[in-house]
């Protein structure tokens, strides 16, 4: 069981971390997207075991944003994967954002756990050809000053995530200490690319880290994206879990506004 205390309090740092965590499939190599794809469908029975290690190494973490989790159907053997991996890291708040029903079979989401209380949270249902794309907007603090983290997983097409930067674009640009987090779909050149996006978000210029695939990365996909008021202390992909994408982790240390804004609600 993790520490329910976040580093805040100590040290004035919040830990994040983004995972694509694919429902708790295990993938090493290209040719298990398609031996193994049943697991999409059908439960399998060390996927528990893998969740387990799964929130040990999340329980290290402040806030932790999750993509392609399962909240609960007969893939995950009704285990609603959010809920369980805040109570084995032991966060005391969690929320579950359902993306895609699909009833008994499936419960495609995003998730967001967190040691600190959110003031407010909000879901996001992305524009696209295809429904099932969302986002996560957690505020934590009060005023102008408080902490915005955005927890979001992007379609696979150009054209899909352009509209869907264009909308969180809208939502950002008023906002002064944002963090952006995720499976973006796309390499820090396409995000820099997008005018608006690049306009709401100046984008620090943080070595992009390597995230797919996890077994041999190449491909920068996976971000913690922050505004110009913040500035990271140290960023860094961690090993292997399981998933086909690897998770980003960064420290972040927060501006003395921002700290005052959040800490009566901490």
């Known amino acids: 069981m993790g520490n329910a205390h976040s580093s805040l309090q100590a040290d004035g740092h919040l830990r994040l971390l983004t995972f694509n965590l694919q429902v708790g499939i295990q993938t090493s190599a290209y040719h298990h997207y398609f031996t193994r794809s049943w697991q999409h469908l059908l439960p399998h029975p060390r996927r528990q075991q893998r969740l387990d290690i799964m929130g040990d190494v999340l329980s290290k ?16 053997s009704r285990v609603n994967q959010v809920e369980y991996l805040a109570t084995k890291a032991g966060f005391p708040h969690h929320f579950q954002q359902l993306n895609r029903n699909l009833g008994r079979i499936a419960q495609h989401s995003n998730g967001l756990l967190s040691r600190l209380v ?28 408080a ?17 869907q930067l264009n909308y969180l674009s809208e939502i950002i640009q008023p906002l002064r200490h944002v963090v952006v987090m995720g499976d973006l779909n796309c390499t820090p050149d396409q995000l820099h690319a997008h005018e608006r996006f690049s306009a709401s978000l100046p984008l620090h210029p943080v070595k992009p880290l390597l995230s797919y695939p996890s077994w041999q990365p190449r491909r920068a996909l996976d971000h913690i994206l922050l505004s110009q008021s913040l500035e990271v202390a140290e960023v860094r992909v961690l090993d292997h879990l399981f998933s086909d994408h690897l998770p980003i982790a960064v420290d972040l240390p927060l501006p003395e506004a921002c700290l005052t804004a959040i800490r009566p609600s901490g």
């Open 61 to 76: 973490f402040d806030i932790v944003g999750l993509q392609e989790v399962d909240g609960g159907s007969f893939r995950s």
């Open 147 to 163: 902490l915005h983290i955005f927890v979001a997983h992007l379609a696979l097409s150009h054209r899909g995530r352009v509209r």
């Open 118 to 145: 959110p003031s407010q949270i909000e879901e996001h249902r992305l524009p696209g050809a295809m429904p099932g794309r969302g986002a996560i907007h957690a505020r934590f603090g009060e005023g102008p000053d």
